[in-house]
């Protein structure tokens, strides 16, 4: 069974379309009958349904009065939209490296991520030691060595110096003292951690053994956060993986977001707790 999903340009396109007209003042049938389209055309334009062509939303902007660096904008979305793979999902191989595109593309448009990662360190600051000995079971070493590289380049998200995004990471207490790679391993991991805490866009927060249950509990998701489209919810787990768009499902999921962060140790004391695990890995037995 397979599922077709949104593009994800189509979609970021689709919000600032929106964004734009109600900025402007216009409602949907205003502008429709100024662009001399159905107003159904519209909808389907902002929901990410279908692409404009780069003539109608050149038309679009002159109608709302657009122009300079947001109609350039504009105008490159609906080029790379336009270009833009048909997004079929399914799982399996298949599925899985189509949920993987779609992924990079959320991410790259994206201003802030929050990573719920219960049992094991988010992908985007896991090391390479630590990333290939979750990856390595039963795939052969140069596939693995693909994985590795690309997760290790999605980390740039994070890093790089001019806008990167925003980064929230929380983990179980228990995501501490996994022995995943050996004792070693998870050393350099646990001191990647403490490296990345230090940077003004990514806090790490460890949600402890007393805090009891939350929602983190229930399995792992990262919220995908836009300038002006909704957020997106993207879950994943072995050779399957969704996108949650549903104004409702969303919401629950913010809500979930706020209930582990409420339970969640501060960035601060998460710190202390990692270097305390730290010294006790180092520490003789």
Known sequence: MTETTLAPRAYVLGAELRDARTTAGFGLRELATKLDVSHSVVVRWELGQRVPSTESVSALCAVLGINGTTRERLMRLTREAASEPPNTVSVGSTGEADQLAALLEFERMAIAMTDVSPIVVPGLLQTADYARAIMSTGMPNAETDKRVMMRLGRRDLIIRKRGSVRFAAYMLESALHQSIGGRYVMIDQLQFLLEMGERDN?????????A????AHVG???????????PVVH???????AFLRDEADV?????????????????EDTAELIASVINQEE???
């Open 235 to 241: 879950l994943e787990h072995h050779r399957s993986s």
């Open 212 to 215: 009891g249950w939350t929602p």
């Open 220 to 230: 792992p998701f990262v919220l995908l956060e836009f300038a002006k489209a909704a």
């Open 251 to 267: 919401k629950a999921f913010v809500s979930a977001r706020e209930a582990v962060e409420q339970a969640a140790m501060s960035p």
């Open 202 to 210: 990514v806090e790490i927060r460890v949600v402890p053994r007393s």
């Open 283 to 285: 520490t003789p037995k």
